[in-house]
């Protein structure tokens, strides 16, 4: 795909491609694909966030379905008090993103695994939060909605205009990621990941990259809660539980850690898994979840998204090497753990 | 017979070839040099001892063939590398780091005794035996490097750019306590040195690397004599 | 009083519980430098094996004992098949092979036990005793007595001998213990094993409360989480007094406190280990970390 995509006219027209395929999609498929199609696009801005605070930030976060749930709840109160669905939708963004941006504000001097705790703390207080404020959440029973129907002059099914919601939602989130990542801000994500106080000497405060990069990572969250409630219609307690920010977290590593195309194979990852494993034989699902997230991992320790690379390496590994240079296979012992050694 | 021998050791990272057929020997209670430009090879030649990476050829120790040995079991047969970066164990104490150092060995007196050896010798761990490795300056904590590789009573230290990042004065004092320790412990070296000066108070020769192979070798004095290698390593 | 008394121990009770997995994941950080979510599974596989056994007929001491010689050899195995491949890579590469652990674990449990929940037998008589007016149950006194033996011969084993420097020394910098000839592999085996044989411990003691199945631990690896951070991730003793906190505190606000009560009393100790934190970042007994560049 790297190479493929490489020079510019192939990157236009694979995306053109992209487009025309976003766009009809929906137009031949099933309620059912189109729903897991749409939940794709919903999981996969949940991963954006999640990816930009942790794969390009190297921040752990482990409270990603706490703003996920947020938003979803945002958006339900919001179709029971008839506010107009733009209105939600900012407020699902914004809302997350001060409660990210104030828990981060207090968070982020903190490092490693004592910010993960923090993080680990959202979903945790969350849940039994959601069950308690009743007249706010619908209590554990949750909030059934619905809403965003197909407008009459469309023409299209519900499935299919909620589907175009959500992929329209995603697609600009996509493409601002993706300028973001690559700016100066991406840099000092990039730097404050490297080495905090290296960044601190080269003018970057590691604190405010850190908050700046939550904030982004809860406002995503949000939004993708929005367009949870858009394709799935109800929203419950167990929309945001701590176990669903672990399976987040580890979509974004198979999907790819700080790549935007890892992002979305990671969403696909995660929504397609449970429904195929599911197909095998449901009473297993967790079993053969967690064998193919072990194999991926084996396989592809960078990611869905190095598959392309991994291929073209092991074809490029056929031809014999010089005469006279050890190969792989006269090594009689282990490699030690030297992936960090310098070569001199 | 000589303590350690290479004959002919290729290495690679990869498909990056880094040695090509290095050959060279050190006597018992020798200490030889390995000299050269960044990226010659002499970090690389080091850690194909040890059993770092991966190579061909035939490395002897004391006889045997030791290539295809993993870090630790080099080891635990004599070898004690130090390697570049000085490799102290940042969230152990200084004391700790030194056990840590003599692992293998079952001879708890002399272990007590060695530790207060390596004290007296580095003076400044002496004050910061309970700091956390990680919290000392560059130099204390090559200091500890070197004196973690002597608690393992190898037969042989493999010492990698011990003077890299350290003030000239902090440098000297570690190349003065190696000597020290080379004479008293009657333990070989092969000393990887960017600083030639540094390495010439320690070794008896030496063998200059130049992109992965031996340009020439010869005793201290020999090579302290030519021209090149004067400008190349000593400043002139 | 009585009733204070009461709750506080059954919040000790509960706190050492979250003690054991805590101690669990501090081992198999010390060991490894991981947060190894699989410890949830890995116990709860360990205490099926205990189950099975006991089911058998076999004593609920010696089904124990069992356990955790399987939950040993269990979390040996699983390092050196699984776990091995991913180290010197990017970590987070390798906790997500945890969980990928511990979904795999959960789903081999389920498949030979289902996932409905049985009941265990206990370890301890089902009998309550009387302690300054409170009526406190035998198991919450056994419970928290092994707790208390097994903390202090962890801290032992870190402080006092070769193997514990040893786990140290290879948690920290793998490379350079392994030229200073420790043998890094055995050691990160011996790790996960003894972690593992731990999270054995764990599920057989509070199954005959929670009853046994294949999610029996989760709620618990998050209560177990949040007790390793706080109390620093490398240190045993602050594991469990952290654990034993969060139990009383939880309890404490669940039976005091009207607006919190049962449902939300969860809330107030993580409401509590984020203010601490935020105070005190390298948690209430970790070492404060220097670093230079």
Known sequence: ?344 | MSLLELEDVTAAYGHAQVLHGISFSLPENGATGLLGANGAGKTTTLRAISGMVRTTGRILFEGRDISGLGPDRTAHLGIAHVPEGRGTIGQLSVRDNLLVGAYQRRDRKQIATDVDYVLDLFPNLQQRVKSNAAALSGGEQQMLAVARAFMAKPRVILLDEASLGLAPSTARRVYDAIVRLRHEAQVSMVVVEQNANLAFSVVDDATVLETGRVALSGSRDELMGMDAVRRAYLGG | MSYFIQVVVDGLSNGAIYAAIALAIVLVFRATGLVNFAQGGMAVAATFVAFALTRAGVPVLLALIAAVVFGFVLGGVLERVVMRHFEGGDPDTAVVATIALLVLLTGLSALFFGYEPHPFPSLFPNRTIGFLGAFVSLRSIGTIAVLLVIMAALQLLFRYTKLGLAMRAVADNPQSSALSGLPVSRLLMIGWGLAAALGAIAGVLVAPQLFISPGMLDFVLVYALAAAILGGLDSPVGAVVAAAFIGVVENLAGAYLDFIGDDLKIAVPFVAVIVILIVRPQGLFGRKVTVRV
């Open chain 1, 1 to 344: 795909m790297n190479t493929f995509f490489a020079s510019r006219p192939r990157r236009i027209a694979g995306l053109v491609v992209l487009a025309v395929v976003l766009v009809l999609a929906p137009l031949v498929s099933s309620p059912y694909i189109n729903y897991q199609l749409s939940s794709i696009a919903v999981f996969a801005v949940a991963i954006l966030g999640l990816n930009i605070v942790m794969g390009y930030t190297g921040q752990v976060s482990l409270g990603q379905s706490a703003f996920l749930g947020l938003g979803a709840y945002i958006a339900a109160y919001g179709v029971l008090h008839d506010w107009p669905p733009v209105l939600s939708l900012v407020l699902c963004a914004v809302i997350p993103a001060v409660v990210g941006m104030l828990v981060a504000l207090a968070a982020a001097r903190l490092r490693g695994l004592a910010l993960a705790m923090i993080t680990l703390a959202l979903p945790i207080v969350g849940v039994p939060l959601a069950r308690r404020l009743t007249d706010l959440t619908g209590g554990s029973q949750g909030r059934v909605v619905s809403w965003l129907r197909a407008p009459e002059a469309t023409g299209l099914a519900n499935d299919q205009w909620r589907y175009y919601v959500v992929v329209v939602i995603a697609v600009v989130a996509f493409a601002l990621a993706h300028n973001l990542v690559r700016g100066r801000i991406g840099r000092s994500f990039a730097i404050v990941k490297e080495n905090e106080a290296v960044a601190l000497s080269m003018g970057v405060s590691p604190y405010r990259t850190k908050v700046l990069a939550f904030t982004i990572a809860s406002l995503l969250g949000g939004v993708s809660g929005f367009m949870y409630l858009a394709v799935v219609q109800y929203t419950s307690p167990e929309t945001l539980t701590f176990f669903t920010s672990i399976n987040l977290v580890a979509a974004m590593v198979i999907g790819g850690s700080a790549s935007i195309v890892g992002t979305a194979l990671g969403a696909a990852y995660y929504v397609l898994v449970p429904v195929l494993a599911g197909q095998v034989n449901s009473s297993r699902t967790a079993l053969i979840s967690g064998a193919i997230l072990l194999a991926v991992l084996f396989l592809l320790p960078a990611g869905l998204v190095s598959l392309p690379r991994r291929l073209a390496s092991l074809l490029r590994r056929r031809p014999q090497p010089a005469a006279g240079a050890p190969t792989p296979d006269d090594a009689t012992h282990r490699a030690p753990a030297s992936s960090t050694a310098t070569t001199e």
